[in-house]
């Protein structure tokens, strides 16, 4: 028996887009669309295009650049939800649409007040209603791990015959243990009798840390795809991280006799990407994208891996984008020597973006000796970044000091376009220098800003390091992102309340 291709779904722009912190503005959601694509991924769900204009408008503009990967819109068994997720993704070069209805006891009788038979009229009127609109229709019977099985055989027998493709079985609570989950795909195989014409699907959430397990568990009983999100984001706990399922398939080939098409050595930059616009940090300890994932402490694991590195490495750092040798480039270093970096660690950039690299590198080789693949990864989202964010604020130059009993003074000169301000005269009412900065800020803008988080961390390793800064502001009852890198931790900072102040104005 050949190999079976397993279908990636990747969801990060809907269930990712979920997660509490996560949300994304368009360009931002155009940017990781992208990623996606060049990562192989073969379905990119990319919103849920009647919630809100927004979302409907990031939808068709990712199905109107998006190329090889299925454009996908949700929409709940509803003729607006159909009509506006068919509208949004018609553009695209390949639309799926998405319909959804709950199927289990729970939801069937508080959230949707529905009889079983109500149900299955439901599910074959409005997967009938998408298959006129739209030629690749998927199915999900949402909360499918807490319905009766015979139930869920009938319904998936219903929206199979009305003409989804797909029909997805969801874990939407993270309910499932993984020999149960993939009994209910073998009992859906075995007893829906046109499940032939479709292919399962499976949508694990990660409530009790088994999203994976269960996703795994169902690719083994059959299920053909998997749907999931870098860095595993997602409602509450998250969803089954993308990374993992890819890995896991090539790693243990043997065993599942599966493959994906997506191309792993994008795996780490696309984790990097989702998490710098997101400011949802990796854990250091995820599997496949953080950075421990490769790393061995102990000296009998050193030492193993020195006489042979496969005495306690499963997979290789470099077919998931880490690179080999951490330590890079330098002040020597010309454009072809970063080019080959960029193109290593996994990005695709134009000229245009590769200039505005080499000018930031080089600024940063002033400043820094020993130039990282962490060093080169931030300066690369930084110009990413200020591509998708209406730059409104810069920052044009400050100076800070605070001393041991003595009140922090700052002032700061910002620029908007040709306006450009300054505090005027030092500020010495902040509790410490990022506070002062705070404060300046607020005074220069002109905004009533309250900061709600604010933390930094380092970028590679050394005295010289740079330092991440992200920051969460409150503007009007809503909250506001930034982030920004810089070898001087103040500078950064500005830097990032600048960043969320721009994306206000945005
Ligand atoms: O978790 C869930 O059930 C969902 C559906 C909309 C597929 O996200
Ligand atoms: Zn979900």
């Not at 398939?249 to 710098?276: I, M, N, Q």
Request: with cysteine.
């Amino acid at each position: 028996m050949s190999d079976r291709k397993i279908v990636i779904f990747d969801t990060t722009l809907r269930d990712g887009e979920q997660s509490p912190g996560a949300s994304m503005n368009i360009p931002e959601k155009l940017e990781v669309a992208q990623m996606l694509s060049a990562l192989g991924v073969d379905v990119i769900e990319a919103g849920f295009p009647v919630v809100s204009p927004g979302d409907f408008e990031s939808v068709q503009k990712i199905a109107g650049v998006v190329k090889g990967s299925s454009v996908c819109a949700l929409a709940r068994c509803k003729d607006r939800d159909i009509e506006a997720a068919w509208e949004a993704i018609k553009g695209a070069e390949r639309p799926r649409i998405h319909v959804f209805l709950a199927t289990s006891p729970i939801h069937r009788e508080y959230k949707l007040r529905m009889t079983k038979e109500q149900v299955l009229e439901n599910t074959a009127h409005f997967v009938k209603k998408a298959v006129s609109l739209c030629p690749d229709i998927e199915f999900s019977a949402e909360d499918a791990s807490r319905t009766e099985i015979d139930f869920l055989c009938e319904v998936v027998e219903v929206a199979i015959r009305a003409g989804a493709k797909t029909v997805n079985i969801p874990d939407t609570v993270g309910y499932a243990i993984p020999n149960q989950f993939a009994e209910y795909i073998r009992a859906l195989k075995t007893n829906v009798p046109n499940i032939d014409e479709a292919i399962i699907s499976v949508h694990c959430h990660n409530d009790l840390g088994l999203a994976m397990a269960n996703s795994m568990a169902a690719i083994e009983a059959g299920a053909g795809q998997v749907e999931c999100t870098i860095n595993g984001l997602g409602e509450r706990a998250g969803n089954c991280a993308l990374e993992e399922v890819v890995m896991a398939l090539k790693t243990r080939h043997e065993y599942f006799k599966a493959y994906t098409d997506v191309v792993t050595r994008r795996l780490v930059p696309a984790s990097c990407l989702v998490s710098g616009i997101t400011g949802l940090d990796v854990p250091r300890n995820k599997a496949i994208v953080g950075r421990n994932a490769f790393a061995h402490e102990s000296g009998i694991h050193q030492d193993g891996m020195l006489k042979n590195s496969m005495t306690y490495e499963i997979m290789r750092p470099e077919d998931v984008g880490f690179q080999k040798t951490d330590l890079v480039l330098g002040k020597h270093s010309g454009r072809a020597a970063l080019n080959d970096k960029v193109t290593t660690l996994g990005y695709s950039l134009d000229q245009d973006q590769l200039n505005k690299l080499f000018e930031e590198f080089k600024v940063l080789t002033d400043r820094k000796k020993e130039i990282y693949d962490a060093d080169i990864r931030a300066l690369v989202q930084q110009i990413l970044l200020k591509e998708v964010t209406n730059v409104s604020w810069t920052l044009e130059s400050y100076s800070s000091t605070s001393a041991t009993g003595k009140k922090p003074t700052t002032s700061i000169k910002l620029r908007r376009g040709d306006f450009v301000v300054e505090t005027q005269s030092e500020m010495t009412t902040g509790d410490g220098p990022v506070d002062g900065i705070f404060l300046a800020i607020c005074q220069l803008t002109g905004l009533d800003l309250k900061c709600r988080e604010y933390r930094v961390h380092s970028v590679s390793v050394g005295h010289d390091a740079q330092g991440k800064v992200d920051v969460v502001i409150e503007f009007n009852g809503q909250e506001f992102r930034g982030q920004a890198t810089s070898t001087d931790c103040i500078e950064a900072s500005i830097m990032a309340f600048l960043d969320a102040v721009n994306r206000i104005a945005a």
